[in-house]
RNA sequence: GCCCCUCUAGCUCAAUGGUAGAGCAGCGGACUUUUAAUCCGUUGGUUCAGGGUUCGAGCCCCUGGGGGGGCACCA
């Protein structure tokens, strides 16, 4: 990971977080005419007189009637198309094949009558070789008055220098935007990472690392999206405003509409309004959306994530287990060319192939494998109590007996599933939207997916008897009424549509950002969230 | 909310309680095959903020702020 980010960091890229002085246009003029008074640069330097430096550029190209900003550029190849097109070419080949290409000059070199540059664009990079007996005098000193960071438009030719490197000969050059503030650090990039989370532009501009995770994080959408279109799925988008936050535990954020003068939530999950279409007969749907919770933030947890829900009626969760390794497995090869993953636990790692048969286990059988007591959530609560207690939990008064294996499993094995693992079984009680198991109706029909001790992923066949449903949401109303702020309430729609009848459906849930994390291979989430949430700078 | 770490030039980093430095960037100069170009010269600082201790604080203490990590929380 370091040596990626010695290969290919090694551009400056500016961060500059003070309030430097907001100079105008007319003030640059003013402190180059100053600069120029005062003789030879005793005025301040530093990114003030950088700034003022750069905007008495922008004056002098307008005043001799250039555009420092112009509107566009019509290029003939992208960078990688270049290298793709003439990376074989001998070292010090000249050809006659024209192009016009455009990017950031992320490097220069001059060397006399001769300038050196790198030019960057989305996904290549290239030299571009500036000869003052080609490009005239004039041409040449502007070139040299590019500062890095620049971008430029080029025309000119292919060839290769005397060590082979793959360069545009330039004939004309065209500033298409001047920077006004210089690059972070050429060789280091930006290490700060207040400043990489915060100026995720700057961020982007020098470091490779952060432009991999977030081409990678494309990917695995449009993967996902690719695999289950072609499983008939339809995309949907359901509202982000909600009147109950339902369809999972959590705080949700409160907001409040002047027209209707009503409080709403920004959803927490996407499942109640997928499962109602179901129930309208479209049969298989997902959703990739962003969802909130109100809750800490951490290297796992940003209070606004993506979530991937898909519903598909017919089937039952053993279905899901299934397409839950495919979409992930699919993801990985698709984004990074390989099912084979390096995982990341708290403090441990293991190599995976994901293309492997992954583990399945049921809840209550990781509790009894790491506690040695078999445990059930038929049991009477007292006996788990006393079990808890033993592994350092600290029921709650109005935990039952399901809650408290959870809390077990937690406690107890969940830190230990470092490779695919699909958790199942959970127990009823900690299960309001789940299926009872065929087998067992103390248990539900429902699986977690652990990676690296983390939580992917979440499934189940779907409870869709509206009697029983109206029971478990009056269970949760009244624990929240207890005082559990995280349990849900009686959603009356929800429950009209399950009695217009919803058919047997399976459901899933899959964490973006969390499937990002593991196949960019980083240990936080803001690695993979552009803009991750971060108190106000100051000003 | 609690605990620990951290904040120095535009960027990356130094500096026993004793004159705040370097590299890169910038500025001036040399160079027609460089590639983190090289070479010569050079500008640039409210050391996060505010208090305190001290003859003297970037450094020690207190308060506050940003960020990171951990805990709690997060089905």
């Not at 038929?378 to 033993?390: F, G, I, N």
Request: charged fraction near 25%; hydrophobic fraction near 40%; glycine fraction near 8%.
């Amino acid at each position: 990971m370091s040596e990626a980010r010695r290969r290919c960091s090694n551009y400056r890229a500016i961060t500059v977080s003070d309030d430097d002085a907001p100079t105008t246009t007319g003030n640059a003029a003013n402190a180059a005419e100053l600069d120029d008074a005062t003789g030879d640069g005793l005025l301040a330097s530093g990114l003030a007189a950088e700034k003022a430096n750069r905007l008495a550029k922008i004056d002098a190209l307008r005043s001799a009637g250039a555009n420092p900003y112009p509107y566009r550029f019509d290029r003939s190849h992208t960078l990688v198309e270049l290298r793709a097109l003439h990376g074989g070419l001998e070292a010090g080949t000249e050809t006659d094949f024209e192009v016009a290409v455009a990017g950031r000059v992320m490097l220069m070199r001059d060397s006399g009558k001769l300038v050196f540059a790198t030019m960057r664009d989305r996904d290549g990079e290239v030299q571009l070789f500036v000869s003052k007996a080609v490009v005239g005098d004039a041409a040449f000193e502007a070139v040299k008055d590019l500062d890095l960071g620049d971008w430029v438009g080029v025309h000119g030719t292919m060839m290769t220098t005397r060590k082979g490197e793959l360069s545009v000969k330039v004939q004309r050059c065209e500033l298409l935007s001047k920077a006004v503030r210089p690059m972070p650090d050429k060789w280091h990039g930006l290490t700060d990472t207040d400043t990489r989370f915060r100026q995720r532009y700057a961020d982007l501009i020098v470091n490779e690392e952060a432009r991999r995770a977030f081409r990678i994080r494309h990917e695995i959408i449009a993967s996902i999206r690719r695999t289950l279109h072609g499983r008939g799925y339809v995309e949907v988008e359901t509202p982000v405003l909600h009147v109950e936050a339902g369809g999972a535990h959590a705080r949700p954020f409160v907001t409040h509409h002047n027209a209707l003068d009503m409080q709403l939530y920004l959803r927490i999950a996407l499942e109640l309004h997928l499962k109602r279409l179901i129930v309208g007969g479209m049969e298989r749907v997902f959703e990739i959306g962003r969802i909130f919770r109100n809750e800490g933030i951490s290297t796992r947890h940003n209070p606004e994530f993506t979530m991937m829900e898909l519903y598909q009626a017919f089937a039952d969760y053993s279905e899901m287990i299934e397409i839950t390794e495919t979409l992930i497995t699919q993801a990985a090869i698709d984004a990074t060319g390989t099912s084979l993953v390096t995982v990341y636990g708290p403090d441990a790692q293991v190599d995976v192939d994901l293309a492997q048969p992954w583990r399945r286990a049921r809840m209550i059988d990781l509790v009894a494998e790491a506690t040695g007591v078999e445990v059930h959530p038929s049991q009477p609560v007292e006996q788990l109590r006393a079990l808890a207690a033993d592994h350092g939990v600290q029921p709650a008064p109005q935990w039952g007996s399901g809650k408290i294996i959870e809390e077990l499993f937690e406690a107890t094995a969940e830190s230990s599933l470092l490779a695919p693992t699909f958790v199942t079984g959970h127990p009823v009680e900690i299960s309001p939207l789940a299926r009872q198991d065929r087998h067992d109706p103390f248990l539900t029909e429902r699986f977690e997916l652990f990676v690296g001790a983390r939580e992917l992923a979440n499934g189940y066949s779907e409870l869709n008897d509206p009697v029983e449903q109206r029971a478990r949401f009056e269970d949760e109303q009244a624990a929240k009424e207890a005082g559990d702020a995280e349990r849900g309430t009686v959603d009356e729609d929800y429950l009209r549509a399950l009695e217009y009848g919803l058919p047997p459906t399976g459901g899933l849930g899959i964490g973006i950002d969390r499937v990002a994390m593991l196949l960019a291979g980083v240990h936080s989430i803001k690695e993979v969230i552009l803009f991750p949430t971060l108190r106000p700078e100051q000003s």
